[in-house]
C-alpha cells in the first residue's frame, strides 16, 4: 500500500528529494506555484428537487448544480462549465431522472410504472468509446444508488447487432458518439419511439468539439433537431464542458440556439502545488541546437544520459541556453520518483512514448539505490487506447487496488475516465492550451485532498513561454474553443445527409441554414444530380445510398484516404488485430504524413506507407509494420494567392485583414529522423507528391511603409546572422524579411496560448511583396465588410494556373507574383499570412483576425524572453519543425521590432535609421522574396 505518511505531494519535497545535485527550492531550473484548497459551496437538494427525488439524493447539491439543475427545469438549455470531477455528470443524470419521474415512465418507489417508455427518454453524447463506456457505469451506479429502475444502454459500432433493436425499443437513455449518431440519423424511423419521446440531450466534453469536429458536431446537431421536429420531440440540451473562454459563444455555435452557461464552481480543491520543471541544457553534436527531440517522433531521447550523470547538471545552467534535454527522457524520471510513493499519472504525447517511458522510470530507480533501495523496482505500466480492453480494465483495477502506483498514459485519461483516486501527475511538455493542461493535472487530488503536479518542459515555444510566465497557468481565463459554420465544403455534404433524412422545404430556410446559402447550396446540387424538387413543396436526396457515410468529421474536403494493410502482411508475427481501427485522412493530411516512405505510428507499432493508390474511387494507402530506429517529417513549401479581404482593421498603422485566398501547399520532401538523438539521418528525401490547392480563411499583416523602410535601413547589414548561408546573405531586405519570417511563426507557436488550436491546423507566408499575392482585382481592402460575397478569382489574362491539375503550378505562381510584383505602380506592401491548413477553414484565421493584439503580446514575448543568446533563435522562440525554408532567414530582434511597434509599445522615431522626410518612391524594386 502507499504510504500516506511519506507522499512527497508538495513541490518542494520533491526538489529536495530528487537524486540531482543542485536541484532545490531554490534551483534556476524548476519554481513551484501553490494553488490554494477551495471550500465547498453546497445547497440542500430539497431546495432544488422534488421530495421524491431529493430524499432520495445521498449529498447536498454543489451551488453550481443547484444553479445549472434550475435553468434545466425552466427548459433552458445549459452548459456547465466548471472544473474537473466537480460532479457535471450528476447535474445530467438527476435531470435525466427528474424527468422519468414526471412523466410518470417511473413510479415514486422508483420502479417501473410501465414496461415500455413513451413518456421521457434522454440521449447522452460522449467524444470517445471509451469515455462512454465509462458513463454508462457512473450513470448506472448513480441510479442504483437512488433506487431507479433507468435503463442505461449504450449504441455504437462496438454494439452487437442482435442487440440493437431492443435498445432502441426499450431503453431510457442511449449513449453514444457524434459519429456514430451522424450515420443513425438516416435510420430516424427506427427511433420513432426514442426521439418523440426526447427530453434531455446531455453533451459531455463539450469543450472538445473545436476546429474541424466542432464544425461537424454543429452541423450534426442541426440535422438532430430536424429529426427531433418531425417526430415532435423537444429536448432541453445540457452541455457539460471543461473550463473555456467562450463557453456561451462555443455553446450556442454548436447548437444554434440560446444557452445558460453556469460557471461559479461550488465543488471544493485540495491545495495543489504545481512544479514547473526545465530539463538541464544540453549539447548537440553538431554544436547547433536547431531541434529538439519531436514528440511526434515518440522515441527522441537526444541528449540522454545515464541517470546517475544527472548530479552535476544544475551547475551547467547559464544565460545562453540553446538546446535542453528532451522532455521526454526528464518526465519519466520524475515519474519513476513519484511513483515509488503515490499514484502518479505521467501524461504522454503518444502510445509509444508510454511504453518507453515506463522503462526510462525504472531504469532511473534502479540506477539510484541510495535513493530508492537496492531492489527497488517501480510498479508501473502503459496505459493507452492501443492496449486490449482486457488489459485496460486489468490496469484500471490494479491502480485502484495499489498493485499499481503508476500509469503512463496518453489523453486516454485526460477525460474523466474513473481509475480511482491519485495524488500526483507528470506532464510531458506543455499540453499546449490552458484547459488541457488544467484537466490533466486536475485529475489528481480529488475532493480535498492535497495534491501535486509536476509540467516537465520541453525546449519549444509554447512550454518555454509557460516556465519563463507561470503566472499565464493562474489567469483566470482560458483560451476560446473556436466552432465556424462558414465552411462550405462541410455544410454542402451535412446539407445532402439533411435532404436524405428529411425532404428540405420552405420551413428550413432560416432555420437549418441561413435562406440564401441554403438556396445557393441546393442550386448547386441540383445541377449536380443528387438533388431535386422545388423549395416551395419539397427538395429530395436523389444521389447515392447512405451520403452520410460520406462525411469524414475529421476533415472537410469531402476527399478521403482509406488507411489499410498491404498485402501479404503477417498479422501474426507482428501481433496484429484483424482491424487497425484507423480513421481515413483528408487529402492534405495524406500528403503530409501519408506519403510513400513515411513512417507513422499506431497502437504503439510503427509502420511504413509503401502505396498511395488514388486510383479507386476512395483512394487507399497501404501500409506495412517496420520497426525502424528513425521518425519521418515532412517539408513543406507553401504560397498564397488571390487574398481577397472581406474585413480589415487598423492596430497602431499596421493593417489587419481577413478574408480568404488559395493556399498551394507542395510537401515535396522528407527527412529521416533518429529515434535515439533527434539527429537527421537522411535529408530531402522526395515525396513524389503533387502541390494542393486549398481555398481558405486567411487573415495578414500588413506594415507600414514608413516602419518598413527604417527596419529594412535598421537591419541592412544582417545576413548569416540570420541563418542563411554567405552567398545567400547579400540582399538589403534580408534581416527585416527575417524579422517577418520570425514574427510569422512566433505569432502561429503561440496561437494555442489564446485559442484551443494545434498550431498544425495553421500555416504561415512572409512575405516582402504583399501586393502580389492578392486577387487582381484590387484585394487587400475590405470590399466586403458583411463576408456574404463569394471570394473573387482573378481574371483569366492574370491568373495563376490550375494548381489542381499542373504540377508546377506552386513554381508558376512564384513567377507570376515576381512578375505581378514588377507591375505595381509603387512598391508594394510586406508583412504576414496566417492560413487555416484544411480546404474551406476552420475559424480560426478569424479569431486570430479578432484577438491579434493578444496574440502578439505572446509572441512578443516569448521573442524577447528566450534565453538562447541566437539572434536567429532557436525551437523554443523562432524555430518551426514545419517551415519549408528549414527555418531560413530568421531575426529575433527585427521580429521584436517589428511586433511592439504593432503593439504601440515603441515609436518608430525613436530609430536612428527613421527618416520620415523619404518618400516611398525613392525605393529601388525590391526581390519578390516570401518564406513559409
Known sequence: MRDSDTRPTDGDRLLEAFPRAGLGPDSASASVLTIPAREAETVPAETVLDSVLADRYPFELYSHQAAALRALRADEHVCVSTSTASGKT?????????????????????????????????????????????????????????????????????????????????????????????????????????????????????????????????????????????????????????????????????????????????????????????????????????????????????????????????????????????????APKVFGHLADDVGTLLFCPSRKLTELSVRRANAHVQANPRTYGEAATARIAPYHAGLGKRTRHARETEFKTDALCGLATTSALELGIDIGSLEATVLMGYPGQRQSFRQRIGRAGRGTDRSLAVLVADHRTLDQYVVSNPEYLLESDVEDAVVDTSNDAVFASHLLCAADEIALGTDDFGSFADADRLRAGIEMWRRAGKLEGHREAAVHYVGPPRPQTDVNVYGTDGTDYRLTLADGVDRDRWGLPEELDLEPVDRNRAARDYHEGAVRLHSGQQFEVVAVDESRPTPVIELVPVDVDYYTRTRTDVNVVDADAEESRTVNGFDLHFGRGTVLVHHDAYDRVSIGNSETVDAGIPTGTDPIAMETQLCWVEVPKTIERTLVETYRDYGVETGVDADAADPPHLGYVAGLHAAEHATIQTAPLELRVDKGDLGGLATLVLDSH???????????????????????????????????????????????????????????????????????????????????????????????????????????????????????????????????????????????????????????LFYS
Open 774 to 928: 492578392y486577387a487582381a482585382d484590387g484585394a487587400g481592402s475590405a470590399r466586403d465588410p458583411d463576408g456574404s460575397e463569394a471570394v473573387r478569382r482573378v481574371a483569366a489574362s492574370d491568373s495563376v494556373p490550375d494548381p489542381g491539375s499542373v504540377p508546377e503550378s506552386l513554381r508558376a505562381a512564384e513567377h507570376e507574383i515576381d512578375a505581378r510584383s514588377g507591375r505595381l505602380d509603387g512598391p508594394p506592401a510586406s508583412g504576414w499570412f496566417i492560413y487555416d491548413g484544411v480546404e474551406g477553414g476552420l475559424g480560426f484565421a478569424r479569431a486570430i483576425y479578432e484577438s491579434f493584439e493578444s496574440l502578439a503580446v505572446r509572441a512578443r514575448d516569448q521573442l524577447r524572453e528566450c534565453r538562447c543568446g541566437r539572434p536567429n533563435g532557436c525551437p523554443a522562440c523562432t524555430f518551426d519543425e514545419n517551415c519549408g525554408n528549414d527555418n531560413r532567414p530568421l531575426l529575433r530582434a527585427s521580429a521584436i521590432d517589428i511586433l511592439e511597434l504593432l503593439l504601440g509599445e515603441a515609436s518608430i522615431e525613436s530609430f536612428d535609421a527613421y527618416d520620415g522626410a523619404r518618400g516611398a518612391g525613392s525605393e529601388t524594386r525590391r526581390p519578390a
Open 90 to 330: 450528476h447535474v445530467y443524470g438527476v435531470e435525466i431522472a427528474r424527468r422519468l419521474l414526471d412523466a410518470g415512465v417511473l413510479a415514486p418507489d422508483g420502479t417501473r410504472a410501465a414496461d415500455r417508455n413513451e413518456g421521457a427518454t434522454a440521449l447522452c453524447l460522449y467524444p470517445t468509446k471509451a469515455l462512454t463506456n465509462d458513463q454508462r457505469d457512473a450513470l448506472d451506479a448513480l441510479y442504483e444508488e437512488l433506487g431507479l429502475d433507468i435503463r442505461v444502454r449504450v449504441y455504437d459500432g462496438d454494439t452487437p447487432t442482435a442487440e440493437r433493436r431492443s435498445i432502441r425499443e426499450d431503453a431510457d437513455v442511449v449513449l453514444t458518439n457524434v459519429q456514430a449518431l451522424n450515420v443513425y440519423l438516416e435510420h430516424h424511423d427506427r427511433w420513432s419511439r426514442f426521439y418523440s419521446a426526447l427530453e434531455v440531450v446531455a453533451v459531455d466534453e463539450s469543450h472538445t468539439y473545436t476546429g474541424v469536429q466542432g464544425m461537424h458536431a454543429a452541423w450534426i446537431l442541426r440535422r438532430l433537431e430536424r429529426v427531433l421536429e418531425y417526430w415532435g420531440g423537444d429536448p432541453t440540451y445540457a452541455l457539460a464542458s471543461a473550463t473555456v473562454g467562450n463557453p456561451a459563444a462555443h455553446s450556442e455555435a454548436l447548437l444554434g440556439a440560446p444557452v445558460t452557461v453556469v460557471d461559479d464552481d461550488g465543488s471544493p480543491r485540495g491545495a495543489r502545488d504545481v512544479v514547473l520543471w526545465n530539463p538541464p541544457p544540453r549539447e548537440r553534436s553538431d554544436g547547433m541546437s536547431s531541434e529538439t527531440a519531436s514528440p511526434a517522433g515518440d522515441g527522441a531521447t537526444t541528449g540522454e544520459a545515464s541517470s546517475t550523470g544527472d548530479r552535476d547538471v544544475e551547475s551547467r545552467v547559464d544565460d545562453g541556453v540553446a538546446d535542453r534535454v528532451p522532455a521526454s527522457v526528464d
